[in-house]
DNA sequence: CCTTGACCATGTAGTGACTACAAGGTTTTT
DNA sequence: AAAAACCTTGTAGTCACTACATGGTCAAGG
């Protein structure tokens, strides 16, 4: 039976390890998720387990679907509260996900030039050699020093933090 | 003239501040580097300001155009060593782009997942209404409920955390 | 009845690559 | 002389977890 394997999935409530089980979710992060306020505090049982119920589960797919589209966590706080105050204008949740698409399409662009760079700097490297000789190391040699390369093409001083930014996450 | 803005550029040495305005690199982050042990500890002034010469600019350069590429640091700070060490074989840097590249690669199809994902779900939302009938946020519970969405195509179940790690920063 | 093992609780510290202070000393400018 | 801009150190914050230490709870096996 899977109520054996779940321990008490089918009852009326699941401890946190049956809810991680069922969301694919670690236990810990469940409990880091409560602690930052995005999963309500559960009921406890007489021994101070925890206790979660449907509501809880839905909430944290929801959460874990909001983050698998690399959803940030404030962002998804915000469309929680939405869900749960539906009279506001949905132009909110409009804007939200318009952002985060620009987000993500600015960084696809960036990783797609920094792919190519990348291959272009992988070919300056035939064979076996020394480092002494290797094309790759003096092209980024070269390259750091503000000579014209297969990345910047321009100067040292040009602000890189626009490329890090989108290349990072989100935040 | 150019001196009087970088303060001794042209002297024999560069205070922090003036490295920092001719690579781009918040003082802050300079220091950073030097406490973890990418840049060599600088020389100081009498009255302990850091002096920096002409190879520690070269050094920073280098370090911020292989950022620029998204490399980890760790991974710089073993080009560098490959730099400071030419005797050994070539392949480890080889094998290090390979890998850097392997993944800036894997992060970009994950993008690419992402950005049609995302559009898809932007489509569900048309015009101006409560959030009680907002297609997105509609999708988004359904999604989260297991049912075939856009995103998944499958059930809560699925192990999200490989679309996480290609998508988030390379460590 | 006792032990083993799996589960749960809390709290703290670590990750990467910075960033932002706080509290004080120095140099330059007004 | 005073104010602004620079420098020093150290510490703590960011994001979304992850890992660990220490201890409590519970079911099954010997």
Known sequence: ?????YC???GDDMRIGAL??????DP???RYYERIGLLPTPTRRTNGYRAYGPAHLERLAFIR????LDMPLADVQRLLHLLDHPL???????RLIDTHLAHVQGRLQSLQALTRQ????????????ATAECGILHELVAAAQGESCVCHGGSVQAPLKD???SVSQTG
Not at 1 to 5: A, G, R
Not at 88 to 94: A, E, F, K, M, Y
Not at 119 to 129: D, N, P, S, T, V
């Open 1 to 5: 039976m899977v109520k054996d394997l």
């Open 8 to 10: 008490s999935f089918w």
């Open 20 to 25: 991680g089980q069922v969301t694919g979710v």
């Open 28 to 30: 810990e992060t469940i």
């Open 65 to 68: 679907h909001c983050r698998a």
């Open 88 to 94: 506001d204008d949905c132009q909110d949740v409009d």
């Open 118 to 129: 990348l291959e272009q700097l992988r070919g300056r490297c035939h064979g076996q050699h």
């Open 163 to 165: 490329v890090q930014r």
